[in-house]
Every structure is written in structure tokens, then in C-alpha cells.
């Protein structure tokens, strides 16, 4: 789980899947890396390993930091126009608050204004002030 407590941000845990292809397809990586290519270009990123329960593996995830309204509205829009490409892709997204951990998950056939609105206030309620504008919600 992501350590959301960072220096006043909220971070969030990025984790694409498809219901088209296997985890290990190289096609499947291969737009995995597109995306997080995408994210690295636009916001502050960090790629870590987390033990997957179970398994004797780990699972690399990307890890986002939100700590301004430009940050989010820029993943946002990332994470829109990957999921639009296809529309057997999911981002599954989440963070801790409050030593409870929370997720929503993102599907190719729209960004769920709900979802995106959980994420924002999360990420207000770490940051502070006011909650984040309402430009930055799915269109």
C-alpha cells in the first residue's frame, strides 16, 4: 500500500488491467508501459514492488503523488484517454486514509464522475484548503 501520508500529497497506487489479455502478454505489457510513459511526462511518479498475498511474488505497481489540482486534472486526463483506447481496459486506483485503505476502479467505457470525485476529495482532504475545482471531473 502506498505511504499517503508524503509530504502533504496523496498517493495513489495505478494498477491496468484488461479482460482481452493475460498479465504477462507482451501486448498487454507493452500498453502498460504506454501509459505509465504517459503519467511519467505529466506527474510525479514512482514505480514500487508490493509482496502480492498468497504468492511468493510481487507485483510492480506505479504510484502517483497528487499534490496540487494541475496534478490531478493532468492524470485524470491521461488516465481518460489510455482507457479510451480500448475498451476492455480497468485501472483499478488505490490509496490509504487514514490507515484504511480505499480504491475505486476506472473502466474503458467512461470514467465514472463518482469515482474520479472520491479520489479529489481524498486527495483535497490530504492536501487541505478547498475541495478540488470542478473543471477537473470527467466530461
Given at each position: 500500500?502506498p505511504?499517503?501520508?508524503s509530504g ?7 494498477e ?5 489479455y ?15 510513459s504517459e ?8 514505480q514500487r514492488?508490493r ?11 506505479l ?14 486526463e491521461?488516465?481518460?484517454a489510455?482507457?479510451?483506447?480500448d ?6 486506483v ?13 473502466t474503458g467505457?467512461?470514467?465514472?464522475v ?5 479520489i479529489?476529495a ?5 492536501v ?12
Amino acid at each position: 500500500m502506498p505511504d499517503s501520508v508524503s509530504g502533504g500529497q496523496l498517493e495513489i497506487a495505478i494498477e491496468p488491467r484488461s479482460h482481452e489479455y493475460d498479465d504477462d502478454d507482451d501486448r498487454w505489457r507493452n500498453q502498460v508501459i504506454g501509459l505509465y510513459s504517459e503519467l511519467r511526462a505529466q506527474v510525479d511518479t514512482v514505480q514500487r514492488s508490493r509482496e502480492v498475498p498468497g504468492t511468493k511474488g510481487t507485483l510492480d505497481e506505479l504510484i502517483v503523488a497528487l499534490g496540487s489540482a494541475g496534478a490531478f486534472s493532468a492524470t485524470v486526463e491521461c488516465l481518460r484517454a489510455w482507457l479510451g483506447r480500448d475498451r476492455s481496459r480497468r485501472i483499478d486506483v488505490r490509496w490509504d486514509e487514514d490507515g484504511a485503505e480505499r480504491f475505486v476502479t476506472l473502466t474503458g467505457d467512461a470514467i465514472d464522475v463518482e469515482s474520479v470525485r472520491e479520489i479529489a476529495a481524498a486527495a483535497a482532504r490530504r492536501v487541505g484548503g478547498q475541495t478540488w475545482p470542478a473543471s477537473t471531473g470527467p466530461s
